[in-house]
């Protein structure tokens, strides 16, 4: 089944804790992203890539790193996770790095620091 | 950068009617998606209007997009208590896909 997985689904971590969110897809698709989603706010990108190796930073990058060492994989790691970070999170693919791809997303991991 | 705006925010129906969600943007886009979300769930893709299109339908689903107003509205006809859920306007002003805040759907049964 073509599908986009996260890890975890759910987290409470304490401030300063360094976190990896995995996101791994099987569909081979080039691009890939990372958002949040916030109550009054919307789906805001954090970061996104086009390709292995070919990362750019999104609309609220501040406090994420990522890194694309692999087609399928693409995880968000805080480095030192702050209350501001606590958030619904999402890892999106699509075929390419055009608009008209539709994007395909995880089932979100939600993410409480304290 | 947020660049479509959905509206209203909220709409309650009853089973069986009309549901009518619209999305307004700022600059020329190449195309338009929308996007339903049901609660705390990944969003999932519903249609894609191209810029050069007026109208588009799938199923209950019907998309128009007038590029003069720069805006487009999402009608779904005869609407079941499984469309409850949030619908998403998306644009590509520049990186692939920007969202809007949504429109929160609740159709009653």
């Known amino acids: 089944e073509a599908q986009v997985t996260q890890n975890p689904r759910y987290l409470i971590t304490v401030t300063g804790k360094k976190l990896t969110v995995t996101c791994s897809q099987n569909?081979?698709?080039?691009?890939m992203s990372w958002y949040r989603q916030d109550p009054g706010l919307g789906l805001r990108q954090i970061y996104y890539?086009?390709?292995?190796?070919?990362?750019d930073k999104g609309d609220v990058p501040e406090g994420y790193k990522v890194s694309r060492k692999e087609k399928r994989n693409f995880p968000l790691i805080l480095e030192s996770p702050s209350p501001n970070q606590t958030s619904l999170y999402f890892c999106?693919?699509?075929?390419?790095?055009?608009?008209?791809?539709?994007?395909?997303f995880g089932p979100g991991t939600r993410l409480t620091v304290l | 950068s947020q660049q479509g705006e959905e509206d209203p925010q909220a709409l309650s129906i009853q089973e069986g009617e009309n549901a009518t969600m619209n999305c307004s943007y700022k600059?020329?886009?190449?195309?338009l998606q929308w996007y339903r979300q049901n609660s705390g769930r990944g969003l999932v893709h519903l249609i894609l209007?191209?810029?050069?299109?007026r109208e588009k339908h799938s199923g209950r689903l019907r998309v128009t997009l007038d590029t003069s107003k720069k805006s487009s509205s999402l009608l779904i006809t005869a609407s079941r208590a499984a469309d409850t859920a949030s619908y998403f306007c998306?644009?590509?002003?520049?990186?692939?896909?920007?969202f809007g805040k949504g429109t929160r759907l609740s159709v009653i049964a």
């Open positions: 999106a693919s699509s075929l390419s790095y055009s608009s008209y791809n539709e994007q395909f």
């Open positions: 569909m081979n698709h080039e691009y």
């Open positions: 890539s086009m390709n292995v190796e070919v990362t």
């Open positions: 600059t020329s886009i190449n195309n």
């Open positions: 209007i191209r810029s050069n299109e």
């Open positions: 998306a644009t590509d002003p520049g990186t692939p896909l920007v």
